[in-house]
């Protein structure tokens, strides 16, 4: 089956982000959308440890492991970054002054519900910062891909792991479309050329509406 790269979804999730906009980015996988910001346009990243308005990752060799993101990994700065409490931060995202989290994903319902964390053997061992982000943000994006490693649906009608948050999931950009929550339904907004309706439809647990015209999505080779 023909998809998307992980970076490949990053880049399109990217296109989305409005000059200006305050995002947080979930650890591991929606960090890579920082790298893909379109021309013109610069988002002020956010992290949950204390940190606004950071610059790229530094080059190997050069990491200042006091400059760190909440997953840990080594950020640089630059004029205009802001450091502050950890508790500051959360009173940040708490206050609604993020414009956009955007998130990994286990399974998110046609409700907008999310499960990105999990407490089984190989799960992470809490919901963290998480549970504040998405209800906090004035948007929740969620990346991923479609299907699980075993070819399990993803997009679903409900969900059966453990809930980081209710009905807070927008739009979802996966190996195969672009669908967003609406009314309670998944709507598909784009997805691969290669890919007809009903084979899309095979690989999602719950309904896919349509809305007017899908788009083809498209993206670069990366």
Known sequence: MTKLSSTQIAWRAAQDITDGAYVNL??????MVAKFQPPGRQAIF?????????????????????LINAGKKAVTIKPGTAFF?????????????????????YEVAENGD?????????????????????????????ITDHVTKDGK???VQQCS???TGVGCVTRVYTSL???????????????????????????????LHRDGDVADLTVPEL
């Open 26 to 31: 979930g650890i591991g996988f929606p960090e």
């Open 46 to 66: 956010h992290t949950e440890n204390g940190i606004l308005g950071f610059g790229e990752a530094p080059a190997p060799g050069t990491e200042d492991w006091d």
């Open 85 to 105: 409490h950890h508790a500051d931060s959360f009173a940040m995202v708490r206050g609604g002054h993020l414009d956009v989290a955007i998130l990994g994903a």
């Open 114 to 142: 999310l499960a990105n964390w999990s407490t089984g053997p190989k799960g992470v061992p809490a919901v963290g910062g998480a549970m504040d982000l998405v209800h906090g943000a004035k948007r929740v994006a969620v």
């Open 153 to 155: 649906p993803k997009l």
């Open 161 to 163: 792991l453990p809930l």
């Open 177 to 207: 479309a672009v669908v967003d929550i609406q009314d309670g339904h998944f709507v598909l907004r784009e997805k691969l050329a290669s890919m007809s309706f009903d084979e899309l439809q095979s690989l999602t647990g719950a309904t």
